[in-house]
């Protein structure tokens, strides 16, 4: 499970790779140490177990990563009372600044992260329908 973030990074190395890798000609593979390459290549082959995806599976799994089927994960923020064993608001925040920002302005207050995952409903026709 990828946070949008975390895809969105993948997304950018894989598009890298794809127009930059050691497959272009004059890339900025070439700029590289050998012992750079070595080890990318050791990477991204398992040692010589795999090929290098060439540039259309590169597409095809960028198309899978950021298609309609991938589930994705969002981090939330509650305020935790230690004291009361409970939460101390029904506020949930969408970033951690704001979380922190009010309980500071409490005492023994902290904030819990959690995450949700969400991901496509397909139906027995496989139409898919909103996030569950």
């Not at 995806?53 to 935790?80: F, H, M, P």
């Not at 922190?100 to 302005?105: C, K, L, P, T």
């Not at 819990?112 to 329908?129: H, L, S």
């Amino acid at each position: 499970m990828l946070s949008d973030r975390e895809l969105l990074t993948v997304l950018a190395a894989l598009r890298f790779w794809q127009r930059h890798g050691p497959s272009q000609p004059n890339s900025f593979w070439d700029r590289l140490e050998t012992d750079e390459q070595d080890a990318l290549d050791a990477i991204r082959t398992d040692s010589g177990t795999f090929t290098d995806l060439d540039a259309d599976e590169i597409d095809q799994l960028c198309e899978r990563l950021q298609g309609s089927d991938a589930r994705t994960v969002t981090t939330k923020y509650v305020l935790y009372d230690f004291d009361m064993d409970e939460l101390a608001t029904t506020a949930v925040y969408s970033g951690y600044r704001a979380a922190a920002e009010d309980a500071n302005m409490l005492s023994n207050i902290v904030v819990i992260a959690f995450t949700i995952e969400t991901e496509p409903i397909v139906d027995a026709r496989g139409d898919q329908d909103a996030d569950r």
